[in-house]
């Protein structure tokens, strides 16, 4: 399960940190929406500090113009280097800044993508990671996960280098389900990783069994 972090609490990454292999964090302007404006470059840093080194961080465009994307973008990865992931969505503005980025050596994640075409465009542009709405597709009747399962499918036939990161979910299921139809990563959020480590079937079971080894060995561990 190669799974990011979508979410800037600094915190909570570090808390996850201590339980899942990280293999990077993803932002958007809504996730980032109540960080200080005097703490956005900092906190955008710090999370880049505390990532494993080999871990990507995905960053997104705020403007809504390609020129504005474009500037976005450089200011991105002036801040952060060019190892980070410039997250722009697959709009007609967004196709020319992925066109535009890519032909100058950006690293690219094509974001808001709800529809087989659009990571199809995408990864012809030589996106690196393409970017699946998959709770939000399902709430417009799309079955994200045949979709993705297709699209996993036409990169492997067509031998691109694009990388499928599911994203948009709101229970551990879809996770899972995204993941055995072809995704490459998982981008999940504090809801549901928070609902996942508090889960009690796991925790009662070990409770039972160290009732079980007091009864018989009079101690609490194995020595």
Not at 36 to 48: F, Q, R, V
Not at 124 to 138: E, F, H, K, S, W
Request: contains cysteine; hydrophobic residues 40%; charged residues 25%.
């Amino acid at each position: 399960m190669n799974l990011m972090l979508d979410t800037a609490n600094l915190d909570k990454i570090k808390e996850y940190l201590n339980y899942f292999n990280i293999d990077g964090v993803t932002t958007n302007p809504s996730i980032l929406k109540n960080t200080p404006k005097e703490e956005l470059n900092s906190t955008l840093l710090g999370i880049k500090a505390i990532l494993p080194k080999e871990a990507t961080l995905h960053v997104q465009v705020v403007a809504l113009d390609a020129e504005g994307m474009y500037q976005d973008a450089q200011a991105i990865r002036d801040l952060l280097g060019k190892e980070v992931s410039i997250k722009v969505p697959v709009t007609k503005e967004g196709l020319r800044v992925i066109k535009r980025l890519k032909e100058e050596g950006f690293c690219v994640t094509a974001t808001a993508i709800y529809s087989q075409v659009q990571a199809l465009l995408a990864i012809n542009l030589g996106a690196d990671y393409i970017a699946p709405y998959v709770n939000r597709m399902q709430n417009l009747n799309i079955d994200a996960i045949e979709s993705i399962r297709l699209i996993h499918q036409y990169i492997k036939d067509n031998n691109a280098k694009t990388r499928i990161l599911g994203a948009s979910f709101k229970n551990i299921e879809q996770v899972t389900q995204t993941l055995y139809a072809g995704a490459d990563f998982v981008t999940v959020g504090e809801e549901v990783l928070d609902t996942f480590l508090k889960q009690t079937l796991a925790k009662e079971a070990a409770e039972d069994f160290l009732e079980d080894w007091q009864d018989q060995f009079k101690r609490d561990t194995f020595n």
